[in-house]
């Protein structure tokens, strides 16, 4: 079985230096695990653990499931959309000042003050 280090340390083992990184795997047998059992783990445990939960996409039969929002996000999100809808007014002109067209466009070139 294989073993696998929880936790960066360094040792001599048999005059040999060595130095163990967190998730380094090592056999059962291996000298550097005797006397530091605590530093390793069952690499079935740590996969075990790490195996990602499977959340189910319905509810179960007869059970009733939240559709909508919170009314106190429900409002914020409906203020939000209401001031992301409403354009910026155009460079140069005031908000509430003509619809953005040109003189030319507008058709009344030369008739400024009338």
Do not use: W, Y
């Not at 073993?3 to 795997?25: D, E, S, Y």
């Not at 079935?44 to 559709?67: H, I, Y």
């Not at 910026?88 to 003189?103: H, K, L, V």
């Amino acid at each position: 079985m294989t073993r696998r280090c929880k936790a960066a340390f360094a040792a001599t083992v048999n005059g040999v230096p060595k130095v163990m990184r967190p998730g380094t795997l090592v056999p059962d047998d291996d000298p550097v695990i005797k006397g530091r059992e605590h530093l390793f783990e069952d690499v079935d445990a740590f996969m075990q653990r790490k195996t990602p939960r499977v959340e189910e996409a319905t509810a179960e039969p007869g059970a009733r499931r939240s559709l909508s929002l919170p009314r106190k996000q429900a409002a914020k999100k409906t203020a939000s959309k209401k001031a992301a809808a409403k354009p910026p007014a155009p460079a140069g002109q005031q908000e509430g000042q003509g619809d953005g067209r040109t003189q030319e466009q507008d058709g009344t070139e030369g008739t400024a003050g009338a």
